[in-house]
């Protein structure tokens, strides 16, 4: 072989391998989109809807949307219910305003345990929230 013949093997072989890694790297970058899309949902409530739009027909978007407007519509009824109670002032009001607390803050821990589900794919029903079925 002379080098010319070299040269075009190398290069061929090295525009094969860069084409092999791009074909891998489309899925890792969609699969780690999903991921994004999906944490969004626990992480903002109000981008419930995200995965709704981005993909359609996908039962694991509906899931995770589902969870996320089930978790926003606790977390403002919630946080209103409780509103309303302190505005009485008082010692009641002291009792519920650390009632709402833990309230918001069970509805976030419950918010990362989504996140870590989704990040490990894990398909794991959250607590409470993961039997609630608003979305159909």
């Known amino acids: 072989m002379d080098e010319e013949e070299k040269k075009a093997e190398v290069s061929g072989e090295e525009t094969e391998t860069k084409s ?3 074909k891998e790297e489309k899925p890792v970058t ?7 899309v ?3 949902c626990y992480l903002f409530g109000l981008l419930f809807f995200l ?3 981005l993909y359609k027909d996908d039962a694991e978007a509906k ?3 589902n969870n996320g407007l089930a978790m926003l519509i606790f977390s403002v009824v919630g946080n209103a219910v409780f509103g309303i109670l ?3 002032g008082g010692v009641m009001a002291a009792i519920f305003g650390v009632a709402a607390g833990l ?3 069970a509805i976030l821990i419950i918010g990362i345990l989504g ?5 490990n794919e894990e398909d794991k029903e959250l607590p409470f929230f993961g039997k609630i079925r608003i979305l159909k």
């Open 38 to 40: 999906f944490s969004l």
């Open 63 to 65: 899931k995770h949307a």
């Open 115 to 119: 996140i870590v589900y989704v990040v």
């Open 20 to 22: 092999e890694e791009k």
């Open 51 to 53: 995965p709704l739009i």
């Open 103 to 105: 309230y918001s803050f």
């Open 30 to 36: 969609d699969k780690t989109e999903r991921k994004i």
């Open 86 to 88: 302190t505005a009485f």
